[in-house]
């Protein structure tokens, strides 16, 4: 039980369709991780080993962390660029391996560093559900100036055909900053005609919007509710973010249904 939990919004439990928070794990430790989970773990869904992180680290660590996330009915996953770099390296067969072996049970598709052909990446989608993962992949490039050679219905058609793939959520790439890049300007102020437009074509539950910084977590809460779906999210600002969702903060207080 919660203290002053007669003060709270209810909020769906886990396993969650929407209201999903997707934190970025850029390498704690195992005994930090669990206490983290254990006082929050409640407000998060999905745990991504950021980037390259889980080559520098023992593998045995990963492993337990993975074990451990997956204990706090989280769903822990390997970072986009990871994976890019097992296709660049034309070592899909071993990053599949090795992922299921460390006991993943879903992975990041993308092609935010690595030129990776539109039809090949649905065909990696395609191929990582059929190996038993979960995918969630990302519509996006790392470089702005790369980034905004995307039109914006590039970027819907690419979303939709992914998610026609198999990608049980696509993510919208804002990086860890949020400034400059995707649907964020250099102030890290959401385009909202963007989001709108997005939003007329993409059905918003298989969103998942990287929103890092406070600002735009409060701009997604109050344009599209408290179960909106929000990624990237630091391990540091977990509780923050749900009380931003619960309106038990200045920014959302008695603006949350």
Known sequence: MKSFEFLSKKREEKPRNCGITMVLDKGLGLETAESLMNISGDYVDYLKFGWGTSIVHDRDIIKAKVEMYKNHDITPYTGGTLFELAYNAHKLTEFFEEARELGFPAIEISDGSVNIHHNDKLNCIKRAKEEGFEVLSEVG???PNLDRELTLD?????????LDAGSSLV?????????????????????????????????????????????????FILKLGNAVNLGNVSSDDITSLETLRQGLRGDTVGKIK
């Not at 804002?174 to 909202?192: L, Q």
């Open 154 to 162: 590039e970027r819907i058609k690419n979303m939709q055909e992914e």
């Open 141 to 143: 490039k790392k470089d």
């Open 171 to 219: 993510i919208v790439e804002a990086r860890e900053g949020g400034k400059n890049i995707g649907i964020f300007d250099k102030s890290g102020n959401a385009k909202e005609d963007e989001i709108d437009a997005i939003l007329d074509k993409i059905d918003g539950d298989k969103i998942l919007w990287e929103a890092p910084n406070k600002d735009q977590q409060v701009f």
